[in-house]
């Protein structure tokens, strides 16, 4: 089983090349990210609460995440792997998600950074925020997740680095330029 996380700043490419990733190699792709906003849209009573946290730029509460993750899972036992977009981001939800695989005998089989530079990130989520009308990517926001995204994520790097997991990808090439990386690095090491 081939279970992989794809992480870096917000608006690096994760989701364009986890989807392009779940393609090629028959994942399923878990978007923490998708799911939140999908909730939102629905404009349920959790959708609402989950609006305000994301419009601050704040990260939804992590009781919340495992439960979205758990759901996901249980809902796909029988799949080839998983592409985790979005999750985890601290160093407690990686012990926490390492747990929740070994219940089933699965385990994260590499880890894909997308290394982008913040000038890059804030111009690009600028732009996407006129295109899509994402009230969530003002520069201020854009700013504050990215300091979250530092503080928080930074030190998963050293973690998988350990695990011998870890494998950074060029962010600012083009969507073919990664996605070729991001797939010679999985069939090297997988």
Do not use: W
């Not at 009781?63 to 899972?73: G, R």
């Not at 985790?84 to 880890?111: C, E, H, M, W, Y």
């Not at 530079?117 to 504050?144: F, P």
């Not at 979250?148 to 930074?154: G, V």
Request: glycine letters at 6%.
């Amino acid at each position: 089983m081939l279970n992989i996380i794809i992480f870096g700043p917000p608006g690096c490419g994760k989701g364009t090349q986890s989807a392009k990733i779940t393609e090629k190699y028959n994942l399923v792709h878990i978007s923490t990210g998708d799911i939140i906003r999908k909730e939102i849209k629905s404009h349920s009573e959790f959708g609402i609460l989950l609006k305000a946290i994301v419009e601050k730029g704040e990260l939804v509460p992590y009781e919340l995440i495992i439960k979205i993750l758990e759901s996901a899972l249980a809902k796909n036992k029988n799949a080839n792997g998983f592409i985790f977009d979005g999750f985890p981001r601290t160093i407690d939800q990686a012990t926490d998600l390492d747990k929740i695989l070994k219940k089933d005998n699965k385990s994260i089989s590499l880890v894909l950074s997308l290394k982008v530079e913040d000038d890059v990130v804030i111009e690009r989520l600028l732009k996407r925020a006129q295109i899509e009308g994402r009230k969530d990517d003002t520069e201020d926001v854009i700013k504050n997740r990215l300091k979250i995204y530092k503080d928080e994520t930074y030190p998963l790097i050293a973690l998988y680095k350990d695990q011998g997991k870890y494998f950074e990808v060029e962010g600012s090439n083009t969507i073919d330029e990664i996605f070729k990386s991001a797939s010679d690095i999985i069939d090297s090491n997988y």
